[in-house]
């Protein structure tokens, strides 16, 4: 089975032929490759070299093409600062009102952003060379609904006006407009030539909000985005950080057809909540991978394959981003893992 053919077959269900290990690895990658993060972001060919140098060094069978979580804020017009060397981050504290926010944002186009199109470009560069080397594309589309629009206003600012009901219009009408943005931006994403695209909603998680405020602001618009990626054909994967646990069930009627958990959820339940509604893309601890020795990385990696082997429904990898400075040689130990055990 080729390596494209494994995700492919992952993400129906069905079992390949083992399971496959995508990692999130751009800042890794980047310093691996002795590249500042101000290189990386600015300049699409400098992304793409340092993702297929990765790709080639660990023989992973996808590659996630990121570059920081403000792309899509930047875009919109937020308080952005760029760092040279760390990723690039969105201020919490924004200057615009939640209702300016709401009207600039229907006007924002995102081809007119210079790092959309850099982005865009470097995903184009990607998907050449994955196809001639028989590598998965998963080219994320930044942020989802509510993560966009708590990055727009300001986390603290964000977390204030949920629980307030004389709000709730303004929120809402935010949220109409980060979703028409997330569409865009996971048509770009996918015309660029990814064979999937993702989206990270890390925010509505519940180590941040709770599951009443999930399913009051977050889960409709979930449920809206992804039956609009189906309907285009678009297939895709929800990243959620922290503990999802008491929201397990609400995800399983999104519709969204893979989620990526980190280490805080529990595998077990979600692997049974989400039986034929949704795969698994995970949930390897990245602190652990970032300072543990190889030996235990291979043992965690094996007792998370165990559980799925045989009967499909994992890609096994960092349930979140790896950090810059994780030793090689451990993600040599995982993907061994995934070949000798999956």
């Known amino acids: 089975m080729s390596r494209i053919e494994r995700i492919q077959t992952y993400l129906t269900g069905a079992v390949p032929d083992r399971i496959p290990v ?12 002795g590249v500042t993060m101000a290189q990386y972001r600015e300049h699409a060919a400098v992304i793409a070299e340092c993702l297929i140098d990765a790709c080639r060094t660990y023989e992973t069978d996808g590659i996630l093409v990121d570059v920081d979580t403000a792309l899509l804020s930047s875009a919109c017009g937020a308080e952005v600062v760029y760092p040279e060397d760390i990723a690039a981050v969105t201020l919490d504290k ?3 009102s939640i209702r300016q926010i709401t009207e600039d944002l229907a006007n924002v186009d995102l081809l007119k952003c210079d790092r959309i199109r850099i982005y865009l470009d470097a995903v184009n560069q990607l998907s050449e060379w994955c196809r001639r080397n028989d590598v998965f594309l998963r080219a994320n ?8 629009g708590c990055l727009l206003v300001g986390m603290e600012e964000f977390m204030m006006l949920l629980p307030d009901e004389e709000e709730e219009e303004n929120l809402m009408a935010l949220m109409e407009q980060t979703l028409r943005i997330c569409l865009q931006m996971h048509q770009l994403c996918y015309e660029a ?3 999937m695209t993702s989206y990270g909603n890390s925010s509505e998680g519940c180590s941040v909000v709770s599951p009443g405020i999930f399913r009051k602001y977050g889960l409709p618009f979930e449920i809206r985005l992804n039956r609009e990626l189906k309907e285009r054909g678009i297939p895709t994967m929800c990243h959620i950080c922290g503990w999802t646990d008491p929201i397990l069930e609400d995800l399983a009627r999104t519709g969204c057809p893979a989620y990526e958990f980190d ?4 595998i077990r339940k979600a692997k049974e909540t989400g039986r034929g509604h949704f795969v698994i893309s995970g949930n390897m601890d990245p602190v652990m991978l970032a300072g543990a020795k190889p030996d235990t990385v291979r043992e965690e990696a094996k007792q998370l394959l165990d559980l799925f082997r045989g009967e499909g429904g994992l890609m096994i990898g960092p ?4 950090a810059p400075d994780t030793p090689g040689e451990n993600i040599h130990a995982l993907v061994d893992a995934a070949r000798k055990w999956g």
């Open 263 to 266: 280490a805080k959820t529990d």
């Open 94 to 96: 924004q200057p615009r």
């Open 141 to 148: 589309a930044d942020q989802g609904p509510f993560s966009l």
């Open 319 to 322: 349930g979140c981003a790896l």
């Open 22 to 33: 995508m990692t999130h690895n751009f800042l890794m990658a980047a310093r691996q490759a």
């Open 193 to 195: 030539g990814g064979h």
